[in-house]
């Protein structure tokens, strides 16, 4: 993992400020025009979700759903995460969910490199405010944009990389499983994988039993 990828506290000039809030962090979102995303957006996307939260999860960008409501993973895909969450027992509590940008690129396609990195001043202040131990990287896009590394999501999902006291779980995008529902089972096993370890930290509270993979759409 490159250095920028997460030393976030570094990132930019929000750092020092003691007077930086929430609320003016999501002000600051909506007002952005950094990139063209934000002339053409319906609403900016910010996060689903606690905001300090032990885990993060990380989308590319908002799709059409997001865009209206102005929230992450509203969607298809996003229905499913919802589905494999709340099987294994996580609440909203238990995370802060985001995208790397925060504007939905025209017809969904993936950001581009000049976008990434437009957003990634609000995007490091975001990741100061969830404070997060876990970070889970839904795709290839989160996984490359985050940690500055081109490797298939294929060859690297399923196991941690520890980075700076983060523990990180790349893994496929839930928009990848709907498509290809075979790999479901990758999916749930990568966010049970990531349960588990938070458990054993302490960060929840350990499940009644095995939790059984859900095999609907929601």
């Known amino acids: 993992m490159d250095q920028q990828s997460t030393e976030f506290e570094k990132q930019d000039d929000s750092a020092g400020r003691t007077t930086d809030s929430w609320p003016r962090f999501l002000e600051d979102c909506a007002r952005c025009r950094q990139c063209a995303l934000g002339e053409t957006r319906q609403q900016v996307v910010v996060h689903r979700g606690a905001i300090r939260a032990p885990l993060m999860i990380i989308g590319e960008g908002p799709g059409a759903e997001e865009d209206i ?16 969450l709340t099987a294994l027992g996580f609440s909203e509590d238990d995370f802060h969910i985001a995208n790397i940008v925060k504007c939905r690129p025209p017809d969904n396609r993936v950001p581009t490199p000049d976008e990434a990195k437009a957003c990634r001043p609000l995007f490091a202040r975001q990741f100061r405010f969830a404070k ?3 970070i889970v990287l839904l795709g290839a ?14 060859k690297v999902r399923g196991r941690f990389i520890k980075k700076n006291g983060y523990r990180i779980m790349p893994t496929f995008h839930p928009a990848y499983i709907l498509r290809n529902d075979r790999e479901r089972v990758s999916l749930f096993q990568d966010l049970a994988t990531v349960r588990s ?22």
């Open 141 to 154: 896009t989160a996984y490359k944009y985050f940690t500055g590394m081109n490797d298939g999501i294929s």
């Open 197 to 218: 370890a938070m458990e054993t930290d302490g960060l929840l509270e350990p499940l009644d039993g095995p939790p059984a993979m859900p095999t609907g759409r929601r």
């Open 132 to 134: 997060p131990v876990y």
């Open 69 to 84: 409501q102005g929230k992450p993973f509203v969607g298809a895909a996003g229905r499913l995460l919802d589905l494999l």
